[in-house]
C-alpha cells in the first residue's frame, strides 16, 4: 500500500489519467525526467519540457536576462542528462512584458544560445508572445539515448546505493544571500551565487552512468533531494535511507547555514536546484563506478545512504530517524481525494 | 530588395540570428509554422510549440478551462496542418495560478485530452508551475509528415492562386460578441462564439494538400489574413493580390460588423484565430483541386486572389489597390535598428 499523493504529484497524476494510457510506442509517459518516445532507429527519443516564471522561480533583481536565458535551457538539459541521454533540439517560447525594452530578449537570447552551444544543443523554433503580467519562459528540449541505456526513475533496488554527483544545497545557499542581501566573503557568496544562477547540466555524468549501466534509477534535483528522491522511491516502489552524516555540504553552506541560524541539513535537502544528478546503484557495482568517474574526468560521486524495502525518504542520524518524504519544494496544494474526483 | 522588418517579426528575426545556423538535419528552422527534422526514416519530424497567456490570448470571464483546454492543443495542431503532417505526441506545461482551485486545472486537462483523442494525438508529459499573476498554458506537439510531402510558407509562385479552407472573420466577429457584450440572435451569436472558442484545427486538408501535392505554399491563419498572407510572401520571395469581391465573408460577419460600424473586411483582414489554412496552388491544378476536397468529404476551399511577383499585399477592389501587408495581430513592436544591434 503506498501512501496517497498530495500537492503537485497528486495534480500531475490526475491529469495524467485524464490524458489515459500511451499507446506502445510510449516507452515513458508522464512522471519521469522525459517523455520517452521509442521509434524505430537505434535510439529512444526524450522529450521534456520546463517552464520558468518571474516571481516563481526567478526574480529580476538578482538575475541577469542573459543568465535566465542560459537557465532555462540549462534546467531541461538537466532532465535529459536524469535520463541518461544527450540533448538534440531545443524549442523556445518567451512571453515578454510588452512595457520592457525587446533589446533584453536578445540578451535572454544568447544566454540560451551560450548553452546550447557548450552542450551541442541546437534551438531550431519556438513562439514569442505579449505577456503583461511579467516575463516567462517555456524551453522544450529533445534529445536521444541509445536504446536499453535509457535510465528512469524506477529502476532501484532494496540494496541499492544511493549517490549524487555534488556538493547539495549550494544554490539554495547562494539564493539566500541574494533574497537576503546577507554579507558574506566575495569569494564565498561567488562560487554560491554562480551556483544558483548558473548551474551547469550533467550531461557528461548522465551519459556515463547509462553507457556503462552503472545506475538503476537516476533524477536530477530540482526540487531539493528530500522531494527528488521520493520520486524515485514511489517510482521504484521502495524506500530510502539517507545517512546525516554522509550528505555533502560544503563549509561555504555550513557558514551561511549558520548566519541564517537554519540546520544546515534543512537547507541541503529541502532547498532546490542543485542541478545535481541523483541515483543509484548496484552494492557490487562501487568500484567501478569510482573508476568510471576517475576515468572521465569527473569528480568522484558521494554516497548519501542506500534503498530499503517499503516506502518513504527517511533521514538516519545518530539521534535517531525522521521521516523526510517529499520536504521539498511543492508548486501546490492539492486535495488528493479532488483528484479522484475528478479524474 | 525586401523591407526591413518590425515588430514581432523583428524580433524573431534577431533571435533566430544569435542562435546561428542549424545543422542539415534540420530542414525548416525558425520561421515556419513548425520546426521540420529529417530523421533517417521515411517521414519528417515536425515540431512545434505555442502559449496562451491569460489577459493576452484568452479571458476567463468568457472562456471556460474545458474550452481553453481544447484550445491550447488546438492552435498547436493547427500548426502541424499547416506543414502537412499529422500530430502524433503532446507535452503540455501549466502555470496555474495558486489561489485558484485546481480542479479548475483537471478541467482544462480534460479539454486537452478530448481534442487529443479526436485528432490521435497523444500528451505524454509536462510540466505544472504556480504562476501568480495568471494563468498560462504552453503546448508543444510532435507529429510526422512523409519525405517529400512536407509544405513549407515558401513555395508560392507568381501566378499561383491563393486559397482560404473556410469563411474568415467568424473567430474576431465571436470575440468582439464576447468582449462587448453585443445583443445578437442566439444562433448567430453560438456559431460565431464557437468559432471563437472552439476552433477545429484542418488537419484533414493539411493532409490532403500534402498528400495530394495540390499546395506550393502553406500556412495557418492564426494572426489575420493580412499578417499571415505576409509570411508566406515574404517566406516565397513573392507578392500577393487579395480580391476584396472575393473574400469570403459570411452574413453573420456582416452583420456584427454592421453592428460595430467596422467594414467586415477590416474584421477579416486584420482578425486573427481562424485557424483556417491559408494556400497557394498551381493555376492548372485548380479542377484537382476542387475534385479532390469533394472526394474527402471537405468543403471546397475559397479562391482569395492570386501571387504576384515583387513583394507586399495588396487588397483589390473597385475603388483602386490598397497595401495590407501585416496589418493583422502583432505581438510587438520593435525597431529593426535595435535587432541589428544586438544580433
Chains 1, 2 share one sequence.
Not at 557548450?118 to 505577456?131: E, F, L, N, Q, R
Amino acid at each position: 500500500m503506498t501512501r496517497p499523493l498530495s500537492g503537485e504529484p497528486a495534480l500531475i497524476a490526475a491529469l495524467a489519467r485524464s490524458f489515459g494510457s500511451p499507446p506502445l510506442d510510449v516507452m515513458v509517459g508522464i512522471g519521469d525526467d522525459c517523455a520517452v518516445l521509442d521509434p524505430n532507429g537505434a535510439d529512444c527519443l526524450l522529450w521534456t519540457m520546463d517552464t520558468l516564471v518571474e516571481g516563481v522561480h526567478f526574480d529580476l533583481s538578482y538575475i541577469s536576462l542573459f543568465q535566465l536565458g542560459r537557465k532555462a535551457l540549462t534546467v531541461n538539459l538537466s532532465d535529459i542528462a536524469a535520463m541518461g541521454g544527450e540533448p538534440l533540439y531545443a524549442l523556445f517560447s518567451l512571453g515578454w512584458p510588452p512595457a520592457r525594452d525587446t533589446a533584453g530578449a536578445l540578451a535572454l537570447g544568447k544566454g540560451l544560445a551560450q548553452v546550447a552551444r557548450d552542450y551541442g544543443t541546437v534551438v531550431i523554433g519556438g513562439d514569442t508572445v505579449a505577456s503583461p503580467q511579467g516575463l516567462m519562459l517555456t524551453v522544450a528540449v529533445m534529445g536521444r539515448v541509445p536504446r536499453g541505456e535509457m535510465v528512469p526513475r524506477s529502476g532501484a533496488r532494496p540494496g541499492d546505493r544511493l549517490y549524487v554527483t555534488g556538493l547539495l544545497g549550494e544554490s539554495a545557499a547562494g539564493l539566500e544571500i541574494l533574497k537576503r542581501g546577507l554579507h558574506v566573503d566575495p569569494l564565498l557568496k561567488q562560487a554560491l551565487v554562480t551556483a544558483h544562477l548558473e548551474p551547469q547540466p550533467q550531461l557528461q555524468a548522465g551519459r556515463l552512468l547509462a553507457r556503462e549501466r552503472l545506475a538503476t534509477a537516476l533524477i536530477d534535483i530540482s526540487d531539493g533531494v528530500a522531494t527528488d528522491l521520493a520520486h524515485i522511491c514511489r517510482a521504484s516502489g521502495v524506500g530510502a535511507r539517507l545517512d546525516a552524516a554522509l550528505v555533502p555540504i560544503s563549509f561555504r553552506v555550513w557558514q551561511v547555514a549558520g548566519m541564517l541560524d537554519r540546520n544546515p541539513l534543512d537547507l541541503v535537502l529541502k532547498g532546490g536546484e542543485d542541478y545535481h544528478l541523483l541515483f543509484t546503484s548496484p552494492n557490487e557495482k562501487g568500484e567501478e563506478l569510482f573508476l568510471a568517474f576517475a576515468r572521465t574526468g569527473l569528480d568522484p560521486p558521494h554516497l548519501l545512504g542506500e534503498i530499503v524495502p517499503g516506502e518513504g525518504v527517511v533521514l538516519s542520524s545518530p539521534k535517531g530517524d525522521t521521516e523526510i518524504t517529499g520536504a521539498g519544494y511543492n508548486h501546490f496544494r492539492f486535495d488528493q481525494e479532488y483528484a479522484l474526483n475528478f479524474a
